[in-house]
């Protein structure tokens, strides 16, 4: 299997010249009207189904993001083409047979294996890192909210960085079944567009979008991969988000995600479910910079509220959290925004919370106090 690799001798023929030269032929155009057309079919089929099937709500969208990852798609997408183009150009020791089944299944096994492997630990490293983060991975998280479209509305370098890593099997492993290789490019389209669809069966990426610093192999684990996420301590169910109650409440709800079930209420499909928690979308600048929130903190209602719902079980809306002190407020304690923005209320939203709640516990011990002596 490994014959015809760089670790076995292989010569990849192709020079640069070659490579460049290729890149204005009518065989180029064609491959990126078929890769464009792929995209197109798929994209719209799974907003279908999302919409139909799944009562997906896609009008909460803004025009302004729409237009980017239009502009962000066509900058990723041909980078992709361009990118895998040159793989199969660079790539001389191909193997063309699509009856050899064995084969077929090796390959493609394979170089998901390592796909998966270099997406996880690279989609890690942008989000830890403020250079790559800010010059690489920073475009696609501008959508908090996601949708189809927002699968690869990547920057340039994103694509370029990703690609890289359909050549790693072919190349240095002799993965080379241009068939099993085909079949991983493809899918990993398909997953990428499924993974930001905001189906219930989905929301593992959707997480990533409301927590930043988890969840970062998203899809793949569905198809038969490897699930780094839970592997290395970076895996969260949607219940551990608080934010995601607040940004997709509608799927959170019809959703039952846990370690011992995967199910859909399709009761809930479709209803809109109050849910309006205090947390501002703000996009952050790195890891460091996020607006988490801390689900043990009682003062924001849990998502594991939004998964009764999802079982038909009784419990008190999201607009009503729960409360440790039954001591009713005065309107005049004074209140910390936590909502993101500039300077460090954005950085430290978890240390403000708790600020203003004790100055509404020493607020109520006064009255407490004023009014025993009284």
Known sequence: MVKGSLLYGDN????????????????????????????????????????????????????????????????????NAVCYWIVLQFISSWRYDFTDVKDVAISYIGNSLVFN?????????????????????????????????????????????????????????????????????????????????????????????????????????????????????????????????KLYRREVMSYV?????????????????????DIECGIPTMVSELDERDSSDSSIPSCLDCNCLAQNKEVLSCQEPMEEESTPLNNDIPLISLSSGKGKNRRHPAFLRLVSKSLQKIKISKQKSTNSKS
């Open 12 to 79: 990849d023929a192709a020079t640069l010249k070659d490579i460049v030269q290729s890149l204005f032929t009518v065989d180029f155009a064609l491959f990126a009207a078929a890769y464009y057309m792929f995209y197109l079919v798929i994209a719209a089929a799974v907003s279908a189904i999302a919409v139909i099937k799944f009562k997906v709500d896609y009008t909460n969208l803004k025009i302004s993001q729409l237009r980017r990852e239009i502009f962000l798609t066509l900058e990723g997408y041909t980078t």
């Open 117 to 245: 492997a270099w997406f996880y630990f690279s989609h890690r490293l942008w989000h830890s890192n403020r250079f790559l983060y800010h010059y690489v991975h920073s475009h696609h998280h501008e959508s908090v909210i996601v949708c189809p479209l927002t699968a690869l509305s990547n920057a340039w370098t994103e694509s370029v960085w990703v690609s890289t890593g359909y050549v790693i099997g072919p190349y240095f492993f002799g993965f080379s079944n241009i068939w099993g290789w085909y079949m991983v490019t493809l899918s990993i389209v398909l997953e990428a567009i499924i993974g930001h669809s905001r189906i219930p069966y989905s929301l593992e990426h959707a997480t990533h979008h409301a927590a930043y610093n988890k969840n970062y192999g998203f899809f793949s684990y569905r198809m038969g991969r490897i699930n780094f996420d839970k592997l290395l301590n970076t895996w969260s169910y949607k219940s551990e988000i608080p934010r995601m109650c």
């Open 257 to 277: 995600w846990n370690d011992n079930e995967y199910k859909v209420n399709w009761d809930m499909l479709g209803k809109d479910v109050d849910c309006d928690e």
